[in-house]
């Protein structure tokens, strides 16, 4: 079984910075393809960013130059760095395992984490 736990939201104001993790236990993310979404409040989940297993990634349009994904295979851990954060950043941040499909749309994901809250102030 695949366990994800996000960790590292908050509040922050904008123009500021925070960093997510993912931890993972049951899969070495190292052979996967990982990504984060995102929900905001009375809206649909989103896709954010995907890294592939080998090199390569990929931004949604609204958090590319801003956002980063990274991997620490070591320690089985996924990362989003986010600096220029803007208030319309403000959602729960899942990241997920990739099953097949589509890159961007969640029903190409299988195991997702709890998420974690990020809240940007104006």
């Known amino acids: 079984q695949v366990q994800l736990v996000e960790s590292g939201g908050g509040l922050v104001q904008a123009g500021g910075s925070l960093r997510l993790s993912c931890a993972a236990s049951?899969?070495?993310?190292?052979?996967?393809?990982m990504g984060w979404f995102r929900q905001a409040p009375g809206k649909e989940r989103e896709f954010v960013a995907v890294?592939?297993?080998?090199?390569?990634?990929h931004y949604a349009d609204s958090v590319k130059g801003r956002f980063t994904i990274s991997r620490d295979n070591a320690k089985n851990t996924l990362f989003l760095q986010m600096n220029s954060l803007k208030p319309e950043d403000t959602a729960v941040y899942y990241c997920t395992t990739y099953r097949a499909g589509n890159y961007f749309r969640t029903g190409s994901y299988d195991y997702w984490g709890q998420g974690t809250q990020v809240t940007v102030s104006s």
């Open positions: 890294s592939y297993s080998g090199v390569g990634t």
């Open positions: 049951g899969r070495i993310l190292s052979s996967y393809v």
